[in-house]
């Protein structure tokens, strides 16, 4: 089964009371609109906090984080919002997102050196001329030496024996991170997916939503009063 977050939010009606007999002259049909327009309003700032909550330690970008997730807005037939982080297989998120990169380090016998040393490529395995491996990024003279990636930002960490395979990428150009299981097989890793790191925003944004969902309905329905006077 996929695995989502997602979360909703009720209000304290009783803010709006003292507007009621003001807003009498409005259809039903109007006050409905009012409601839509509120929460929507809410939904797009609650949607931006959650992200930016998201992103506040945690080395993703705001474009990987914004395919990851949908909103839904309110309708006058259907006056709820719902924001949604998707889950399943095919929304994890792969290691090599959070900063992946190639370490590496000198050769003990550079090109250079071998040929100062007056011996010939080729003629003993050991003095092959040094080429690098552009697909790893591993320039000449230098070879791989682990993976590096960033999770939290401002923590990049040396991972232990890992790999990559050229040509196997991921979604945004990155190559795919790999270890080597006990049966021999390459299984990819992965980081924190977003609909993770969704849920544990939501707590950290609950009442700052449900404080501007409030806020939104008086603000709404004070211009809507506005409308009505004048």
Known sequence: MARTSSFSVSIDTSAV????????????????????????????????????????????????????????????????????????????TGLSHYGAMQM???????????????????????????????????????KASGKSVEVVRGQRKKMGPIFSIPGKKDNDGNLVLFRRTASGSAQSLQGPSVYQLFRVAIPMIYGQVEEDLSKSVIEVAERELQKVLS
């Open 17 to 92: 009371e003292g507007l009621a007999r003001r807003l009498e002259g409005l259809t039903p049909e109007a006050i409905g609109a009012l409601a839509v327009e509120a929460i929507n309003e809410t939904v797009d700032s609650a949607y931006a906090l959650g992200r930016k909550t998201m992103l506040r330690g945690i080395n993703l970008t705001d474009d990987y984080i914004q395919r990851k997730m949908t909103v839904e807005h309110a309708t006058p037939k259907a006056p709820k919002a719902t924001i949604t982080a998707l889950g399943g297989r095919t929304h994890t």
């Open 104 to 142: 590496t380090k000198d050769v003990n016998w550079s090109n250079a050196r071998i040929q100062a040393a007056g011996h010939k490529f080729g003629k003993w395995p050991g003095w092959t001329q040094r080429r690098g491996n552009a697909a790893l990024g591993v320039s000449v003279d230098r």
